[in-house]
Structures are given as structure tokens and as C-alpha cells.
């Protein structure tokens, strides 16, 4: 039993000192166990990063695409339907009401929004009225910006109008900067009744005038619709008509 004891005594000093050797080989390669304290601390360090990247990509998904968009010398190539310059005339008109009557949404990221507010409209849809009326400058650079609006309008039963001009649809609205988008809604916010809308000239804004006006111009987006777009969503314009000839000739 002795011996045995003796044998067992051996062997763990044995793997003691071959422990003690290898914590004093790996410490003169560089290689140092870490410290309680020091995984503590490296943990703090790579959470403070973690939260500095997720805060600097928030920031960078909340810049608005008004701040990157340039004006264009030529207008979109899908800037259909285009209003004409009477219609434009009465747009700027009614978007000048419709600023102070707070009927309006102004810009890409405010309008988007509210257009998908809206329901969504299928085949199978009952006829209704129009939730509001989209109106889009065609001078935009980069053209993506504004690209999915005509899509987004008619799958909310939404109709747009193009116009030329985004520095004057700014003015319009009532802003200190040119403005890519703007939807008009049929009705404003409602007022406290002591409050009445009052235009640039000091003029009282009719609310049942610029309803009026609203409906009228709705009726004159969705007949262009099918005059300048229907066409080309059915291939009957007469430039595919032409470029069917050409390609079978």
C-alpha cells in the first residue's frame, strides 16, 4: 500500500511540473491566458462597436431621397402621363390650396407612406372614389428615385399626373427646396373653425372649391392614363405597332 502511495505521489508531481512548464513555455511564445477582467472588458468593446455600426447604418437608411436627387436636363422616358400646360397651370393652383389647407403630402419617403395607406385595388374591386391624386416631376436625377411611383399608384387605385418641373412643384407646396413628389388628398385636416385658410394674397381657401377643383383634375389624369399609357400597357401604341412591322419586315 505503501509504495503505491508513493507511486500515485510521484505522478502527480510529475504532471504538476509538466503544467508548470507548459504555462511558462506558452507565456515566452506570447501566448497568455486571458484574465476574467480582460474578456469583460474585450465583450464591452465589441457591443460599443456592435451599436456605433447598427446606429451608423439607421442613419444612413433614414437619409431622404429628396437629399440625393439632382434635376435632370430632360425629362424621365417614362414620364407618361405628361400634363399639358393648361393642366399645369391649375395643378400649381390646386397644390397652393391644398398647402394650406393641409390636403397634402410633399415628398418621396411622406408620399410613398401615404399611398400605401390606401387600399390595394384589383380587377375584382368595386368602383370608388379616388384617395388622392399623385403629382410627379419628370426632371429627376437618378431617375430610380421616383421609378416604382407609377406602379405603387396603380396598385392602390391612385392616378398621377407628370409634370415638367421640379423646382416649381416645390414652390408650389409651399417649400424651401424643390420637391420630387406630391400627393394631394380630397380633404384636409380639419380646423378649429376660428382658423380659416387663407392663400398667399390673404384670400380665404374654399374647401368645397378645391374639392371641386380636385375632382376635376382626377378626371383628367385618369383620361390621359388611357390616352398615353393604356396603349403602351396593351401594345397598341402605334410606336409598338411600328416596331412589330419593322421586325417582321
Known amino acids: 500500500m505503501g509504495s503505491t502511495d508513493k507511486i500515485k505521489e510521484k505522478k502527480d508531481k510529475s504532471e504538476k511540473k509538466d503544467k508548470k512548464e507548459k504555462k511558462v513555455l506558452s507565456e515566452d511564445a506570447g501566448v497568455k491566458k486571458e484574465k476574467k477582467s480582460d474578456k469583460k472588458e474585450k465583450k464591452e468593446k465589441t457591443e460599443k462597436l456592435a451599436k456605433a455600426v447598427e446606429a451608423h447604418l439607421e442613419k444612413e437608411g433614414s437619409v431622404d431621397p429628396e437629399d440625393v ?10 414620364a407618361l402621363p405628361l400634363a399639358d400646360d393648361k393642366t399645369h397651370k391649375k395643378i400649381y393652383k390646386l397644390i397652393k390650396k391644398g398647402a394650406k389647407l393641409k390636403s397634402i403630402h410633399r415628398g418621396v419617403k411622406e408620399c410613398e407612406k401615404a399611398i400605401k395607406k390606401c387600399p390595394l385595388r384589383t380587377a375584382a374591386s368595386p ?11 419628370g426632371d429627376i436625377s437618378p431617375m430610380d428615385v421616383i421609378m416604382h411611383f407609377p406602379i405603387l ?42 382658423e380659416s385658410a387663407k392663400g398667399d394674397d390673404d384670400k380665404k381657401v374654399d374647401p ?42
Not at 436627387?69 to 417614362?78: G, I, N, R, S, Y
Not at 383628367?220 to 412591322?245: D, F, M, S, Y
Request: glycine share 6%.
Open 69 to 78: 436627387v439632382k434635376t435632370a436636363e430632360e425629362l424621365v422616358p417614362f
Open 208 to 249: 368645397a372649391e378645391y374639392l371641386e377643383a380636385y375632382k376635376e383634375l382626377v378626371k383628367t389624369a385618369q383620361k390621359q392614363w388611357n390616352v398615353q399609357v393604356e396603349p403602351w400597357v396593351k401594345g397598341t401604341h402605334q410606336l409598338q405597332i411600328e416596331a412589330r412591322v419593322k421586325g417582321s419586315a
Open 153 to 194: 399608384c396603380e396598385e392602390h387605385g391612385v392616378p398621377y399626373l407628370y409634370i415638367r418641373s421640379r423646382a416649381d412643384l416645390g414652390v408650389a407646396a409651399c417649400t424651401k427646396r424643390a420637391t420630387s413628389v406630391v400627393m394631394l388628398k380630397p380633404e384636409g385636416k380639419k380646423s378649429s373653425g376660428k
Open 127 to 137: 368602383p370608388a372614389d379616388a384617395p388622392g391624386l399623385v403629382i410627379i416631376a
